[in-house]
């Protein structure tokens, strides 16, 4: 289950990702700026997309404080082990985790969704919090149904990006 205010963002991007004049950087840009503004706890929201080639994940948009880390090997940090495990990562405290890039000290909590093409896992929405322990399974459910959005609307465009 989504919360309401999760279905009106949902409906917010739905609206935006059906404007043609849009790229598809350009659309997932929308995407970012939107969950960071409407929704509390998304202090900073990025999509990373894999290069199978070199084993590694690129940063291609986001919204909120500028990262070092635009591009991370497969394995390394939340988003590096997404690549790997094809699963929702949910990051209540990162002090906790010893796998884990710092993006900003300000970053308290985080939760990473794969994003999936065909059944392949292409990339992924990464969601980090100044807020410790602020994400829930509804969070999850929107992120996975947003990437899915992301996927039927782009297709195959977003292997080449
Ligand atoms: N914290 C992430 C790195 C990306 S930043 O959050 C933008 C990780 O451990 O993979």
Same mark, same amino acid.
């Given at each position: ?44 929201? *990025?999509?990373?997309?894999? =290069?199978? $080639? ?5 940063? #291609? ?5 500028? /990262? +070092? ?53 292409? *990339?992924?929405?990464?969601? =980090?919090? $100044? ?5 829930? #399974? ?5 992120? /996975? +149904? ?16």
């Amino acid at each position: 289950m989504m919360t309401p205010n999760h279905m009106m963002v949902m409906q917010q991007v739905k609206q935006q990702l059906n404007k043609e004049d849009l790229s598809v950087v350009e659309g997932l840009n929308a995407i970012c700026e939107t969950l960071n503004k409407k929704l509390e706890s998304y202090d900073w929201v *990025g999509f990373y997309f894999s =290069d199978f $080639k070199d084993k590694m994940l690129h940063l #291609k948009t986001y919204s909120g404080t500028p /990262t +070092e880390h635009t591009s991370i090997p497969f394995g390394k940090g939340i988003c590096g082990q997404v690549a790997l495990s094809n699963e929702n990562f949910l990051v209540p405290d990162v002090t906790a985790q010893d796998n884990y890039i710092a993006c900003s000290v300000d970053v308290r909590s985080e939760l990473v969704v794969p994003l999936f093409l065909e059944g392949e896992n292409i *990339g992924q929405i990464d969601i =980090d919090s $100044k807020t410790l322990n602020p994400f829930t #399974k509804e969070d999850e459910v929107f992120l /996975t +149904e947003l990437c899915s959005l992301v996927s039927s609307t782009y297709g195959k465009s977003l292997k080449q990006l």
